[in-house]
């Protein structure tokens, strides 16, 4: 613990400086500045095994600030008065959402919870295949399959057609029952 401590105490403020150059919210570097430290005291030795300290502790910082950097979002405010989009104004593939429940039940109901975890819940193929005991090609195999039936049942049931390209370009709504 004794490398880490001096190390700190002879770099920290250092660290800071380099931190709140980048960073214009104090206390975001100061919370940046703990997360290097906590990384420090996480490492086996310590920074014992560390040849340079300094170096490791600048590289750890310029790693947090590219993550940190990563995660921002340029964001722009959006007027409040702006009109809300109308079903005309939507692409075809955003208005098959009329048709899709209705589809979604005429399918059997391992391909309806195939398409529903992976597709519409964003449960990877990974996991998709731990939940049901199945290896990876055989999950992945189920899902196509199930893609593929989907595909032929909005077809016939919506009327759904594709452009050149394979985009979905036009179809016939069919809402579910109410």
């Known amino acids: 613990m004794k490398c880490i401590t001096d190390a700190w105490e002879k770099h920290q403020h250092e660290l800071l400086r380099f931190i709140a150059a980048r960073v214009p919210d104090n206390h975001e570097?100061?919370?940046?500045?703990?997360?290097?430290?906590l990384?420090?005291?996480r490492?086996?030795?310590?920074?014992c095994g560390v040849e340079n300290p300094r170096a490791w502790l600048f590289q750890v910082t310029r790693n947090l600030l590219i993550d940190l950097y990563r995660l921002r979002k340029d964001e722009v405010a959006l007027d409040e008065n702006l009109p809300e989009a109308t079903s005309a104004q939507l692409a075809p593939v955003d208005r098959l959402t009329n048709c899709l429940p209705r589809v979604l039940q005429e399918l059997t109901p391992e391909d309806r919870e195939a398409i529903t975890l992976c597709d519409i819940e964003g449960m990877s193929q990974q996991a998709y295949a731990a939940h049901l005991s199945l290896t990876l090609p055989a999950?992945?195999?189920r899902v196509q399959r199930a893609r593929k039936r989907l595909r032929a049942q909005l077809v016939t049931a919506c009327q759904v057609t594709f452009d050149e390209?394979?985009?979905?370009?036009?179809?016939?709504?069919r809402n579910s029952p109410e």
């Open 29 to 37: 570097a100061n919370d940046l500045l703990q997360e290097v430290f």
């Open 43 to 47: 490492m086996e030795n310590g920074l």
């Open 39 to 41: 990384r420090a005291t």
């Open 139 to 141: 999950a992945k195999s």
């Open 165 to 173: 390209s394979g985009q979905v370009c036009c179809f016939t709504p």
